[in-house]
């Protein structure tokens, strides 16, 4: 019993040991280090973004780079649909993770029922997953949007 009591206390010390020798290591290794990227604050009216057309398959829709690059992973941007405008049918090999900024829009995502976002909800969506979207009345809808992976999207056509 006092053999495995011995063998307990001994393995904690080494652990602690090695624990504490880590921490340092890394402590040292990133003394000193900033980055040079400038932080980054906008808003939906800033005069300074640059609106681009979305795809053709969501007419009127319009979209802005906040930081990173289109063919790049992590990619953040405004989504802006107009008041009353349906979001077609489509997909994307990223994830998606979404807040709305302003209006209330309905998502449905295939497979789930439609739900409604308001300002300030967060919505993931899975990559590859199937949905639309509606922005209602109260629009336009603005979307802060997180991708993982370069944007696409692709659209689903409708059956007759």
Not at 96 to 121: A, N
Not at 133 to 148: E, M, R, S, Y
């Amino acid at each position: 019993m006092k053999t495995t009591r011995l063998h307990n206390n001994f393995c904690s010390l080494v652990l602690g040991i090695t624990f504490l020798c880590g921490s340092n290591l890394i402590a040292q290794n990133m003394e000193g280090q900033t980055s040079n990227e400038m932080s980054i604050m906008k808003t939906t009216d800033d005069a300074s973004l640059t609106w681009l057309s979305a795809p053709d398959f969501l007419p009127g829709c319009t979209f802005t780079i906040l930081h990173g690059d289109m063919g790049k992973p992590n990619l953040d941007v405004f989504f802006k649909v107009p008041a009353n405008t349906e979001v077609a049918n489509h997909w994307h090999n990223s994830q998606e993770r979404m807040i709305l900024v302003s209006g209330e829009m309905e998502v449905t995502y295939d497979g789930e029922p439609t739900q409604l976002m308001k300002t300030g909800s967060y919505t993931f969506g899975p990559a590859k997953k199937p949905h639309s979207a509606k922005c209602l009345d109260k629009g336009p809808c603005v979307l802060f949007v997180a991708l993982v992976e370069p944007f696409d999207a692709f659209p689903i056509a409708i059956k007759d």
